[in-house]
């Protein structure tokens, strides 16, 4: 968030934390060529605190599809979903990857929602990862 300093301690504590992947699309820096930002999961404008339990990972991609929202619709219902919460939810409950491994596939209501929200699938996103399980580095492996 604009204006919010991080200290440098804990952007560091949350890379590590993240093992540099993004907790959302679980694109990581390295492969990526670029470093993730820190995302407020509940955003600074609706009262998050900058504390590692609401601070995680996120690609640019991601972190610039997010911005302060917490919650949207679930393609699949119509209706409205909270997004998904790296600190509280475990992303193998919520998503999993295509049989190809290039597809972010959305396994619940909030899943689906964040997936679309996202834009976990967007098209440079798909051809990242093609060119990555073609190179054995991807899906990475879940601790
Ligand atoms: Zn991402």
């Known amino acids: ?12 504590l949350v890379r590590q934390r993240a093992a540099f992947l993004c907790e959302y699309c679980r694109a990581s820096e390295w492969l990526a060529g670029q470093r993730s930002h820190i995302d407020h999961i ?6 998050g605190a900058t504390t590692a339990d609401n601070l995680c ?4 991609a991601c972190n610039g599809s997010k911005l302060d929202r917490t919650e949207a619709v ?21 998503f999993t990857w295509s049989e ?36 054995g580095r991807h899906p990475p492996k879940e601790q």
Do not use: Y
């Not at 919460?85 to 193998?92: A, D, G």
């Open 1 to 12: 968030m604009a204006g919010v300093v991080i200290p440098a301690q804990l952007r560091e």
């Open 42 to 47: 509940l955003p600074d404008s609706k009262g």
């Open 57 to 60: 990972l996120a690609c640019a």
């Open 74 to 94: 679930d393609p699949s219902t119509g209706r409205i979903e909270p997004l998904f919460n790296p600190s509280r939810q475990r992303w193998q409950e919520h």
């Open 100 to 135: 190809d491994g290039t597809r972010i596939i959305g396994l619940t209501p909030c899943g689906r929602a964040t997936v679309e929200a996202l834009r976990l699938n967007r098209p440079l996103a798909v051809s990242a990862r093609a060119v990555w399980v073609s190179v």
